[in-house]
């Protein structure tokens, strides 16, 4: 009887000894809630951009200290211009004003009609997810829609929290596994470029030059000579289009639209060159009046697949990206 009795306290010491662990293992939550009130200086070459924005935080534990213990692990700088703290009610609420230069990858396959996904998150440096864990406060909007973002729309903006695991145990021996598991508070925006303006500005240059080569085929016969200058000239033009455009886009190694639209531009002027080449033979064969029909096919026939192509590429990136 008393060995039964001795069985069951154990028993029970055991279970209590494991909730008081677990209940000692659950961490703590914050609250954390962000409105954006300004993304500028987007900077596609040195791919980076600006966000301002209002953070706000509520949790329990003091320790926690998100004045000094903040960090945004995607951000280049981050300035703090304004913080209030309440700790009333055994409550701490924290709310600050943060502007934050963001490192981010840009997706330029389809630029100028692309999209962009723009991330911002927050964790505390100094204690990980067995300590603390975020939940969103998702009452009201997360930015003002009216200054937000110039020169581009809001497609989505989604709150999440998640857990980051870092490969590392930052040199605790003790730790059982190489790694370290901190909370994370997540925004995740989608944007798309208010694109037309922006198109015909970078684009306009190269469709002139093409236009200028493209007239060649009704310069007469006589003026062969100026044919040949008009259509040189306007290749040149079409290559310095693309090194303006180029020097204002972070470096890619896929063929993006930029490339696709030259590319096209550069093989059709190449085509009026050719075609003129062929004229010249025609003519100096006393063929005059065969050069003048294949110069009237020739423009009717490099003009029309020149703006299909185009419109067909543009369609494809618009619809893609």
């Known amino acids: 009887m008393l060995k039964r009795f001795l069985l069951a306290v154990t028993f029970t010491l055991i279970l209590f000894c494991q909730a008081a662990q677990a209940q000692k293992e659950h961490p703590d939550t914050v609250k954390a809630g962000i409105y954006i009130t300004s993304i500028h200086d987007i900077n596609f070459k040195d791919k980076e951009y600006t966000v301002s924005l209002w953070l706000w935080l509520k949790y329990k534990n003091k320790k926690f200290d998100f004045l000094h213990n903040l960090e945004v692990p995607q951000a280049k700088t981050v300035t703090q211009s304004y913080s209030t703290v309440d700790s009333s009610d055994n409550k701490v609420y924290i709310l600050m004003k943060l502007q ?117 085929f009704y310069i007469h016969t006589d003026s062969i000579d100026s044919r040949f200058g008009l259509s040189v000239g306007a290749l040149f033009a079409v290559i310095g289009n693309k090194y303006i455009v180029d020097s204002a886009l972070p470096e890619s190694t896929t063929f993006t639209l930029v490339d696709t639209l030259h590319g096209i531009t550069l093989l059709f002027i190449l085509s009026v060159i050719i075609g003129t080449s062929y004229s010249l033979k025609l003519i100096k064969r006393n063929e005059v009046e065969k050069a003048k029909r294949f110069d009237f096919i020739a423009a009717q026939v490099l003009l029309g697949t020149y703006l299909v192509l185009n419109a067909w590429f543009i369609f494809e990136a618009t619809r893609g990206s």
């Open 100 to 216: 934050c230069v963001m490192k981010d990858s840009w997706a330029i396959d389809n630029f100028p009609f692309d999209h962009q996904t723009l991330r911002f998150s927050i964790e505390n440096s100094q204690f990980d997810s067995k300590a603390l864990v975020f939940a969103p406060d998702t009452l009201g909007k997360e930015f003002d829609p009216r200054f937000t973002l110039r020169g581009w729309r809001i497609d989505s903006l989604k709150v999440s929290t998640g857990i980051k695991k870092y490969e590392t145990a930052f040199g605790d021996d003790s730790a059982p596994k190489p790694h370290t598991e901190y909370s994370s508070f997540k925004v995740k925006m989608i944007i798309a470029r208010d694109a037309m303006g922006l198109f015909w500005k970078m684009f306009l240059g190269m469709y002139v030059a093409f236009l200028i080569a493209y007239m060649c």
